[in-house]
């Protein structure tokens, strides 16, 4: 799922919450990339990877709601399995909104809401816990929705599996 995600990032990409640098070895249509991840330790361990990536690349340590990055800087922003853990995912997303160029690409593998029923319930049951035992993510957060609230048009956008972690992957255009 990375790999045909990632095949779409295209011009100057930016990651979010980019972790240990899982989907380093995917952007082969990149002309530069920038990463950004909050947490010193995963930041670390991406960085002993950079080397694995062919075009310039660059990591700050950032977290979404405070991108520090221009106006409509990139062409293509990243965000796999991160706004289910981010503090404030509306200003994120609006930071997210801010950095794209107009008409420019949101790249999403994103575990989300389920649809209504028995998986629904039992997400906000388990929430909580779940919040606890996985570094703050949110069980049952709505994404799509907010992505879409955010000003965010769905281009191609799969539903994968069900259950528990409902997986979302695909892409979105920046308003004009
Ligand atoms: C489940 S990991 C996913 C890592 C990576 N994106 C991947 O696909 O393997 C969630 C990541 O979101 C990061 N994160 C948490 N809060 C964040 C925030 N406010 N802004 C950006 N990233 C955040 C975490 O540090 C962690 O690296």
Known sequence: MRKD???QARGDVLE?????GRNLPFYVRATTLTLTEPDPEMARRT???LSMVSVPVQLVEAPAE???FADCRFETVVSTLVLCTVKD?????SEIRRVLVPGGRLLILEHVQAHPGIWR??????APAW?????????SRPSLALIETAGFVPVVVREVGQGLLPLRIGRY????
């Open 5 to 7: 995600l990632l095949a």
């Open 66 to 68: 405070a991108l520090p």
């Open 121 to 126: 319930v039992a997400q906000n049951l388990l």
């Open 47 to 49: 960085r002993r990877r």
């Open 173 to 176: 255009r920046a308003p004009n």
């Open 131 to 139: 919040k606890g035992l996985a570094a703050g993510c949110h069980l």
């Open 16 to 20: 979010v919450g980019c972790g240990t």
């Open 89 to 93: 995912p509306v200003a994120a997303l």
